[in-house]
């Protein structure tokens, strides 16, 4: 079983920064060989995907409507993947979920059908 725990939502005013965590768990869990993604969504709208980052961590693909705000990184000693967000916006709003793609490939990876392990979400509000 797997399980992918996120944190380090809040409240944040406009032009303030967040780190997000998400730390996974799981005793058959190859996490250093399993790509991961964040996405969001907002209260009304579909999930949409935000970052994904390979298995090394060597290489990121990021929604091309985000700008340079957004760095996913991880660390695989510490089963843990990050999203750092800058300069956060109102419409930054939403729940943001990790999730866990053993069998994603290139044509699925910005889309919520290619992962098959989700966290709970954490929550970010932005106020303006």
């Known amino acids: 079983q797997v399980q992918l725990v996120e944190s380090g939502g809040g409240l944040v005013q406009a032009g303030g920064s967040l780190r997000l965590s998400c730390v996974a768990f799981g005793r058959t869990f190859a996490f250093s060989n399993t790509p991961m993604a964040w996405f969001r969504q907002a209260p009304g709208k579909e999930r949409e995907f935000v970052a994904h980052?390979?298995?090394?961590?060597?290489?990121?693909i990021y929604e091309d409507s985000l700008e340079d705000r957004f760095t996913i990184t991880r660390d695989n000693a510490k089963n843990t993947v990050y999203l750092q967000i800058n300069r956060l916006k109102p419409e930054d709003t939403a729940t943001y979920y990790c999730a866990a793609g053993p069998s994603v490939l290139q044509v699925t990876m910005k889309k919520v059908s290619g992962y098959t392990y989700w966290g709970q979400g954490t929550q970010v509000t932005v106020s303006s």
């Open positions: 980052i390979s298995y090394s961590g060597h290489n990121t």
